[in-house]
């Protein structure tokens, strides 16, 4: 299954680089920039490594780290072993104190659950049931147990399968029954037997998909490569936004991923289109904007603690990056 819809396995039990370098050596003498990402390199993360491509060639070199979830990924860059990792870490910087800000918000929550109606025709017959999410710690594990609040439910387990199209993928083939995907992967699997799945209803949620996220110590000792980074992205979102296809010319302009399989070659577009159509990439980048969004969603998923009015934003978010980044990039 995975080989088809993933480029490759990620590493892990430890801190082992996937060995994907996204750049050369700068101008000036520069450690490269280690992002720690928690799953493989697939079709959603090519608006991001093109962000980076823009980084790189203005001095900032970029070393793409793969591991096998979110949670080694924020353990790699709690530790030093990487810089800036990808994800959601309110649960751990509320519970542990840990030094880490979230500085760039990616993307925004804005996934569909797909079910085999013959198995589960709705919220109800799922009590006790599997259902599948990204990761630990993710955003869509974080929407399952909100459903299990507002429905008055108790998924029997939880099947953590890193990937909406690897998650599309085994909807199809029968592994899974249920699960959380992406807007693409609901077309996918609907237009694939639409007498079989469903879409159940799910609440109204605007908050934080995916951040970039670093230690306070190292933003503050690397503010212009920082606000570089930020630029790029904000301009490569904006493009997207702009031309869903951008993605993929800029994929085949660029040499990116040269080992994605054609069948996820030709889901690009369509991924793009719908993730933008469903206001999935923030042109302003969100940051600390979004905080009070993110406290109510996930106060209620329970993986924050506290009413939500009396958190403050900047125990979560850095956002002198991103204020930079804005003023620079018009």
Do not use: C
């Not at 029968?174 to 639409?194: C, H, I, K, Q, Y």
């Not at 085949?252 to 719908?274: K, N």
Request: charged share 20%; aromatic share 8%.
């Amino acid at each position: 299954m995975t080989k088809h819809m993933r480029l490759g396995r990620g590493v892990a039990a430890g801190l082992i680089a996937a060995g994907m370098a996204l750049g050369a050596t700068a101008a000036h003498a520069q450690e490269p920039v280690r992002i720690a990402y928690g799953d493989v390199i697939s079709v959603e993360a090519l608006n991001l490594l093109i962000a980076l491509e823009g980084a790189k060639e203005r001095g900032v070199e970029v070393e793409f780290i793969e591991f096998q979830g979110e949670d080694i990924a924020n353990e790699a860059v709690l530790g030093g072993q990487a810089d800036i990792g990808v994800g959601t870490p309110y649960a751990v910087i509320q519970r542990s104190g840990a030094p880490i800000r979230m500085f760039y918000q990616l993307s925004a929550l804005r996934f569909f659950p797909v079910a085999n109606k013959e198995v589960y025709p709705d919220w109800a017959s799922l009590d006790g049931g599997t259902f599948g999410v990204h990761t630990r710690g993710s955003g869509t594990e974080a929407m399952a147990r909100l459903i299990e609040q507002t429905e008055g439910i108790a998924f029997g387990e939880l099947s953590y399968v890193p990937g909406s199209d690897v998650r599309s993928l085994a909807l199809i083939q029968g592994n899974l029954d249920a699960a959380f995907v992406d807007a693409a992967g609901r077309s996918l699997v609907m237009n694939e037997d639409p007498e079989k799945f469903i879409e159940l209803p799910v609440p109204d949620v605007n908050a934080t998909d995916e951040a970039l996220f670093a230690r306070i110590d190292w933003l503050e000792e690397n503010q212009e490569t920082v606000q570089i980074i930020v630029e790029e992205l904000l301009k490569t979102w904006r493009k997207i936004n702009e031309d869903p296809a951008f993605v993929a010319a800029e994929r085949e302009r660029l040499g990116l991923a040269p080992d994605l399989p054609d069948d996820l070659v030709a889901e690009i577009t369509p991924y793009f289109e719908g993730s933008v159509a469903s206001n999935v990439f923030p042109d302003d980048g969100g940051g600390a904007n979004v905080a009070a969004a993110d406290f109510a969603f996930y106060t209620i998923a329970g993986q924050l603690e506290g009413e939500p009015s009396e958190l403050n934003a900047e125990d979560f978010w850095y956002n002198a990056p991103l204020e930079a980044a804005l003023s620079a990039v018009q």
